[in-house]
């Protein structure tokens, strides 16, 4: 099959966003643009408040689609219902800067909720989640509960939850905000060894700027707006 032929992991076109409604009714994307290939690695910064994040919720198709065009994996989200929603979450995985961790769960079980919608034998969700949690060195930790696990660790176990339904892009917002120099870098390197492996596309918003380094290609945010490092905004 030609290259050509196959959807970019993600695709957007003159998409806008709005807050509140009437006189009260905010923009805050701006006719963004962008395309993101399948096996890239893609790091997106800005300053606080300038949208970073709630363009990753859209395209975690998180919030509904307002105006324009957003396409992960080919499928449009435009209108999209609320199944077509989520039969699209399911080819994703997010990591978040506060973990999202179930405490009375250990790192076993937090990872295994992932698995919950997937249609895995039991044998073979158990063989994944010890393969994983291995895989991001906590082979010796799976049936420690959050309380006792360090900050890089947790953000770990973050991880192995977002890479053991082996999804086919893997959505970060600032999953090294928390942590020291060495575990920020460590983790990140982890999700991309693994997300190499697996074949999938990351797209990771960070203001950590000592891991610009590990992406394929960076985007910048302002005010609502993509914009190339001159600061003019992005068309299309």
Request: aromatic letters at 4%; a neutral charge; hydrophobic letters at 40%.
């Amino acid at each position: 099959m030609s290259k050509s032929i196959i959807a970019p992991a993600i695709s957007i076109a003159h998409l806008n966003h709005y807050y509140g409604q009437g006189s009260l009714q905010k923009q805050v994307l701006f006719d963004i643009n962008l395309q993101i290939e399948r096996g890239e690695i893609v790091i997106m910064t800005g300053s606080s408040g300038s949208g970073k994040t709630t363009l990753l919720t859209l395209m975690g198709s998180l919030r509904a689609i307002q105006e324009g065009s957003l396409r992960i994996l080919g499928s449009e989200l435009l209108n999209a219902s609320t199944e077509q929603r989520t039969l699209t979450r399911r080819h994703i995985g997010c990591i978040f800067q506060s973990h999202n961790l179930l405490n009375f769960l250990t790192a076993y079980q937090n990872v295994e909720m992932a698995l919950e919608i997937q249609s895995v034998t039991a044998l073979e969700a158990d063989t994944r989640i010890r393969n994983i949690l291995t895989a991001v060195g906590l082979e010796h930790r799976m049936d420690y509960y959050p309380r006792d696990l360090s900050g890089g660790q947790k953000q770990r176990v973050a991880i192995a939850r977002a890479l053991v339904s082996q999804p086919k892009i893997i959505l970060a917002d600032e999953p090294t905000a928390a942590l020291d120099k060495k575990s920020g870098r460590d983790v990140v390197e982890i999700m991309e060894k693994l997300a190499l492996e697996q074949g999938c596309t990351i797209l990771l918003v960070t203001h950590d700027n000592r891991i610009l380094d590990l992406a394929d290609r960076l985007i910048y945010m302002e005010d609502g707006y993509l914009v190339d490092r001159a600061g003019s905004a992005i068309v299309q």
